[in-house]
């Protein structure tokens, strides 16, 4: 008998660490592909992973075992999500303006048959979890909240749970891929940057605006599409302006300067310093922050052969980055400092998060994306055969 149960774990033993090679080999495959796409921008993985630490540093302040950090905990959460929103906005609009330029127009089905495929399934993946959990009485999520989940309204669900209340970010994401690549395909690239120009106007002002004179909207200051488009805005119009910024001898110095890195120095001093619900960074900070973010990226991905930009494409950062939305998504029910829960406790709530985070991307992510490669290669073909009949 011993050596029965001797040769049964040994076999456990081989077929564990056979499937542990698999799992870090399909790892390593998936960034040797990202790194090697030839339509990928540099350094944003890297950006990725560094926008989603800050929101998990955030939202682990707190939790048992963990220091609490209460004055960086919204603050730095909400900096990292101000990242994301940049990087959106200049990822999107650099594609839909290369569609543009090398087709003449901009296909509004196969952008929407991008996103459906990249946004909706893992998020709806962790929606039916937790709908399940709710059925059962096992989490304490009203339909209501489920409903707002699924719609990608949650932003303007004003009493926001804490297992859905980081949706409200996918909310403004999803509502801005709805809105912009439409006022661009229509309006042409001249008029569509300048609306998006507008923005970095008109954010403010309403941020202003509700703040002091509207209090029944005042709430949705931080999380309303309006109030955030600003953000979104700075990312396409560093997209839509970047070779004629580059021609300008002053934005060129600034962006080459070996002091450039008291710029995102400075950003993220004055987030961890002022109240973010402050008149200054309601009136001001957030576009000095949005201008400060879009800098830096356009650094980072013109000069990915520094040293910062060599850590943002190492290896480790572009995992963390392209695992960055499964993370996003999954870090909720793990990182609750109002929880007491076993799973909510540090280090093991992080280990949680990365166990669900790769089973999302495997199972879920890496799949659909899979599945959009090759409709879109049929769609492209069926194209080309359509043109060369013609």
């Not at 004055?71 to 999107?92: C, P, Q």
């Not at 089905?109 to 946004?119: D, E, N, S, T, W």
């Not at 949705?220 to 021609?247: K, V």
Request: net charge positive.
């Amino acid at each position: 008998m011993p050596d029965f149960v001797e040769t049964k774990a040994v076999e456990k033993g081989g077929r564990s660490a056979v499937h542990s090679r698999c799992l870090l080999r399909t790892i390593r495959n998936a960034i040797i592909a990202v790194t090697q796409d030839p339509a990928r921008i540099p350094s944003l993985d890297g950006l990725r992973a560094f926008s989603i630490a800050l929101v998990l540093f955030a939202h682990t302040a707190g939790t048992a075992h963990f220091p609490s950090f209460v004055f960086l905990r919204r603050n730095l959460g909400n900096f990292g999500v101000r990242i994301f929103f940049v990087i959106s906005g200049f990822l999107i609009t650099t594609l839909l303006l290369n569609e543009l330029a090398k087709r003449g127009r901009i296909s509004l089905k196969m952008f929407y048959l991008r996103r459906v495929f990249r946004i909706f399934p893992a998020a709806y993946a962790y929606l039916a979890v937790m709908t399940v959990l709710t059925a059962l009485a096992l989490v304490p999520l009203e339909w209501n909240d489920i409903l707002h989940g699924f719609s990608y309204t949650t932003n303007y669900d004003r009493v926001r749970p804490w297992l859905t209340i980081h949706l409200w970010s996918l909310s403004v994401e999803e509502q801005f891929y709805m809105i912009w690549p439409a006022v661009l395909a229509l309006a042409g690239r001249a008029l569509g940057l300048r609306v998006a120009a507008s923005m970095l106007l008109v954010a403010p002002l309403l941020r202003v605006v509700f703040s002091q004179w509207i209090p029944s909207l005042e709430w949705t200051i931080g999380s309303g599409f309006p109030t955030n488009a600003d953000a979104l805005a700075a990312g396409c119009l560093l997209a839509g302006y970047r070779a004629e910024l580059w021609q300008r001898t002053a934005y060129r110095s600034v962006i080459l300067s070996s002091w450039f890195w008291l710029l995102p120095a400075a950003l993220l001093t004055m987030v961890l310093f002022l109240s973010a619900e402050g008149w200054f960074m309601e009136y001001v900070g957030y576009s000095v922050l949005n201008i400060g973010i879009a800098m830096t990226i356009d650094r980072c991905v013109r000069m990915p052969a520094g040293a910062v930009g060599k850590l943002l494409n190492s290896s480790p950062m572009v995992m963390v980055g392209v695992l960055s939305y499964s993370i996003y998504l999954w870090q909720e029910p793990f990182l609750n400092r109002l929880s007491n829960a076993w799973w909510t406790a540090f280090p093991v709530n992080l280990i949680l998060v990365a166990v669900c985070a790769l089973a999302s991307y495997l199972l879920v992510e890496k799949p659909f994306l899979d599945l959009r490669k090759k409709i879109e290669k049929k769609v492209s073909r069926k194209t080309r055969e359509a043109v060369a009949v013609a």
